[in-house]
């Protein structure tokens, strides 16, 4: 049963988020030009999660992901096509490197931070 809750809250946060993504006006993303890009991030210990990065000046508060359930966060997000570095954010005070990105660098902070190229 509680696989069933767990699969069923995980459905329906992904359908919220993806909500975003379908009645989002097309000619927008097309006039911009920019690209549809979905980050995922685990941590169940969470009460909060954001991204941060030179996309949104490495704001912590301007993008929030999502919960999807099973400690499973997401956000979609319109970049235009580039070189993006980005980090996320746990509970206002944890930065961390996704631990899913290909490729990573220096943070100048004795850290890592994530690199994306969106195109």
């Given at each position: 049963?509680?696989?069933?809750l767990?699969?069923?809250g995980t459905f329906i946060a992904g359908f919220f988020l993806g909500?975003?993504?379908a009645f989002r006006d097309e000619k927008d993303t097309v006039e911009?030009?920019?690209?549809?890009?979905v980050f995922q991030f685990e941590a169940p210990e969470a009460g909060n999660v954001s991204i941060a990065g030179d996309f949104n000046s490495w704001d912590p508060?301007?993008?929030?992901?999502?919960?999807?359930g099973g400690g499973k966060w997401g956000i979609t997000l319109y970049l235009k096509p580039g070189r993006y570095q980005y980090k996320f954010v746990v509970d206002d005070q944890t930065w961390t490197a996704d631990?899913?990105?290909?490729?990573?660098?220096?943070d100048g902070y004795g850290g890592r931070r994530s690199i994306i190229?969106?195109?």
């Amino acid at each position: 049963m509680w696989r069933f809750l767990t699969w069923t809250g995980t459905f329906i946060a992904g359908f919220f988020l993806g909500y975003k993504l379908a009645f989002r006006d097309e000619k927008d993303t097309v006039e911009t030009g920019t690209r549809c890009v979905v980050f995922q991030f685990e941590a169940p210990e969470a009460g909060n999660v954001s991204i941060a990065g030179d996309f949104n000046s490495w704001d912590p508060k301007s993008d929030e992901l999502f919960h999807l359930g099973g400690g499973k966060w997401g956000i979609t997000l319109y970049l235009k096509p580039g070189r993006y570095q980005y980090k996320f954010v746990v509970d206002d005070q944890t930065w961390t490197a996704d631990p899913a990105s290909a490729e990573t660098e220096d943070d100048g902070y004795g850290g890592r931070r994530s690199i994306i190229y969106v195109g």
